[in-house]
């Protein structure tokens, strides 16, 4: 599948800090796609360059094949800050309206949007409700909408789930693999990593302003697995003592946390204890949670002490 | 241009559809009516009569000193001071003059009066004013040997007249009127500078404090929002100006039809006080303000008005947009950066006062052609006669300075506001303004 957004070399320079520091990196059409970091990564930034809002220091990108011009581009984007912003005063049909106009769409399809989707998310009694009525989940799912509303080919969500309770969070989730089917692409961009393990096709890790890892949720897995297994056995073995692998951990008498050493197999683990004639009742590899991954990158770039760091 | 319009039409919407919009508009011009006609009614009517009881014995004031409303001379002859004091006690007299035998106006000895309580000052000034001027009339009918009739024919004074070269007479109705329209109109678009440059700064402030900002500029330019949210303000301070206008001219009609003496009533309220009301004694006040209208060009006023509001607004509001973006929750932060804003429109007030007075002066003319202070002062000069006091060239000529301030505040604001609107953290000190206006 083709490309949807294209950065190359993006910079953008304040005048305390690198905030994004020559990133590169492509999402595909349909997919949907991981932006994770710690605070004051920088994510917000490459947002808002992606949404138009800040131009670029130097760098390019490219938006559905072509380069990304903000004025034209803008209406096939939704862009979901983690800020959520809405006018208090206003009521909520109102306000779904005109955020869709303001997207582009005539008032009459703004009209229809919004009715399709207030009667798809449950909301439609709220209409003449004012936001400042809502709970702090159903302004989120507010939100939500008016993000989608315009049915934009690239959709950002920064936090989308913060704030809603598990029933509403599995509702915005069905609702983005649903979008993801119909070929939108999203930009989900969190430090939740269960989420992103879940929902996500593919990521990058930023940290610094800097990219530190590109790659689908599996690659990344498998780049960072240690090689340990768990196995249990049907009764205790006579011996564990092989070349092949050491004990990390026992956790009974019957099962293991074994560490495969380099230069040796999972099979050659599996054959030694076949040997013994014990039966194993499982044996299977332990990869590393992305949560773990992260804070093993992420630490080792010590984030926060770069935080008011000089440029000269 | 088209999503300028959709954020002006709702900014415009929220605000008028609000209950208290029409209820401000209408009533606010009511209370303030209500407020000054009360003090009025109170400076005038407050004053219970003095009653001062003479007894003159050197038979100085010829039997008769004028009485002025609220101050009441008594010719009480054969009453001594103790049986005066006693009158005053008993509350039949406020106050006595007891003017003894041997005193002797040439020598100018002293004049006592005594009172139950403390004089105010004004009272004070009216006394002494009546007893002066009867003192002086006997002085002149005595030394003179004048009659009375002669010393009134003596003492009258001649009207001056004030022409133009062009030979059209103006009357002094007409230069009370222009005052009297000028001054209320800079003070009006000092006050709207004020209002709807305040309502556009708290507006930007709310959508950054929302953070909705953040949502909309997604969509659209923040020159876009910023240019929207003056133009829905600025419809509907227009609105507003409208039903004022309307509400007026509603009350000149309906008003003099349900109370009918309410010339002459006004007329008695301020008995000669201006020059213009002089001129008027004979046909009432309503009628020599209706008079003076018609000398003045409403239809030029009026023009200018809208002129002069919408430029100052716009030059103004941007500035004020652009406050409300750079600062936080804080309203403090607000107060010291608003304060190189707001100085030029105290300064325009200040000018404005003066050019009402002279508006041909060195600093009126300035002060009518600088941008930021033209809208007051300019709508101050304008009542005076526009090719008369105001030549052609100046109002030009202060009309385009206005626009091209606007252009110009506009496009410093719409940077400082880009950079802004999405700062969140401390206030920025002016050379991060500076910096944000004129970095690309």
């Known amino acids: ?312 | 241009m088209n999503k300028i319009w959709l954020i002006a039409r709702r900014e415009f919407l929220s605000r008028v559809q609000k209950k208290t919009f029409l209820l401000t508009t209408i009533l606010l011009p009511l209370f303030i009516f209500a407020c000054y006609g009360l003090i009025i009614y109170f400076t005038v009517k407050n004053s219970d009569t003095f009653k001062i009881g003479v007894v003159d014995n050197a038979k100085v004031f010829g039997g008769k000193i004028e009485t002025k409303e609220e101050i009441q001379f008594l010719f009480l002859n054969n009453l001594s001071p103790e049986q005066l004091k006693e009158k005053v006690n008993q509350k039949e007299l406020d106050g006595f003059v007891w003017v003894p035998q041997q005193f002797d106006m040439a020598k100018g000895d002293t004049i006592t009066l005594v009172s139950g309580k403390t004089v105010g000052i004004i009272k004070r000034e009216g006394i002494q004013k009546k007893i002066n001027a009867a003192l002086e009339e006997q002085r002149l009918l005595s030394s003179m040997h004048l009659s009375k009739a002669q010393l009134d024919s003596l003492q009258r004074g001649n009207e001056v007249k004030f022409s133009t070269l062009e030979g059209k007479e103006e009357n002094d109705a007409k230069a009370g009127i222009s005052f009297a329209v000028g001054y209320a109109s800079g003070f009006l678009i000092y006050i709207i500078l004020f209002i709807y440059g305040t309502m556009v700064m708290r507006g930007v402030m709310e959508e950054k404090m929302n953070r909705i900002a953040e949502v909309i500029i997604s969509s659209v330019k923040p020159f876009q929002l910023m240019m929207g949210k003056i133009t829905g303000i600025g419809a509907v301070g227009l609105v507003q100006f409208i039903i004022w206008i309307a509400l007026t001219i509603f009350l000149r009609v309906i008003l003099p039809a349900i109370i009918p003496g309410m010339g002459e009533t006004t007329q008695a309220m301020q008995p000669g006080t201006a020059q213009a009301m002089e001129a008027a004694k004979s046909s009432g006040v309503m009628d020599s303000f209706l008079h003076g209208l018609g000398d003045i060009n409403v239809g030029l006023i009026l023009g200018c008005f809208i002129f002069y509001f919408l430029g100052g607004y716009l030059l103004y509001s941007a500035l004020f947009a652009a406050v409300g973006s750079a600062v936080n929750e804080d309203p403090q932060d607000a107060q010291s950066l608003l304060l190189p804003i707001t100085m030029p429109i105290i300064f325009g007030i200040v000018i404005m006062t003066k050019a009402v007075n002279e508006p041909t002066s060195g600093l009126a003319v300035f002060g009518s052609l600088f941008p930021l202070t033209s809208p007051i002062v300019m709508m101050a000069r304008i009542p005076f006669g526009v090719p008369n006091t105001v030549p052609y060239w100046q109002l030009i000529l202060s009309m385009l300075l206005l626009i091209g301030g606007f252009v110009l505040t506009t496009w410093f604001s719409a940077k400082v506001y880009r950079t802004g609107i999405l700062m969140y953290g401390k206030k920025p000190s002016w050379k991060e303004l500076w910096k944000w206006a004129f970095r690309q």
């Not at chain 1, 449950?122 to 004012?130: A, L």
């Not at chain 1, 009742?281 to 770039?301: A, H």
């Open chain 1, 1 to 312: 599948m083709a490309a949807i957004l294209e950065l190359n070399h993006l910079k953008k320079y304040y005048s305390t800090q690198k905030a994004v520091d020559d990133i590169s990196f492509s999402i595909e059409e349909g997919s949907i796609f991981g932006l994770l970091g710690p605070n004051g990564a920088g994510k917000t930034t490459l947002l808002r360059m992606i949404t138009g809002i800040f131009y670029p220091d130097s760098g390019s990108i490219n938006f559905d094949g072509k380069a990304f011009i903000p004025a034209e581009d803008i209406i096939k984007i939704g862009y979901m800050p983690e800020e959520r912003g809405l006018y208090k005063k206003m009521k909520i049909g109102e306000q779904a309206l005109y955020l869709a106009q303001l997207k582009g769409l005539s008032r009459q399809d703004a009209l229809t949007k919004v009715r399709f989707w207030f009667k798809k998310l449950e909301m439609e009694s709220w209409w003449n409700k004012k936001v400042e009525d809502l709970s702090k989940g159903m302004s989120q799912k507010l939100q939500f909408v008016t993000t989608v509303l315009h049915e934009p080919k690239l959709i950002i969500l920064d936090e989308p789930f913060s704030g809603l309770d598990p029933v509403n969070a599995n509702l915005i989730k069905d609702e983005i693999y649903g979008l993801a089917q119909r070929g939108c692409t999203i930009i989900f961009s969190t430090h939740r990593m269960e989420q992103v393990e879940e929902i996500c096709n593919h990521i990058v890790l930023v940290s610094m302003g800097k990219k530190i890892l590109d790659g689908t949720v599996a690659e990344v897995k498998q780049k960072f697995k240690e090689n340990e297994f768990k196995i249990k056995l049907s009764s205790p073995p006579q011996a564990i003592a092989n070349e092949a692998f050491q004990i990390l951990h026992q956790e009974s008498n019957r099962s293991y946390v074994v560490k495969i050493n380099e230069g040796y197999s999972s099979n050659q683990v599996l054959q030694y204890f076949i040997s013994q004639n014990t039966g194993i009742e499982y044996f299977s590899e332990i990869l590393p949670t992305l949560n773990e991954i992260f804070i093993q990158l992420v630490d080792g770039t010590k984030s926060v002490s770069r935080a008011f760091q000089k440029l000269d």
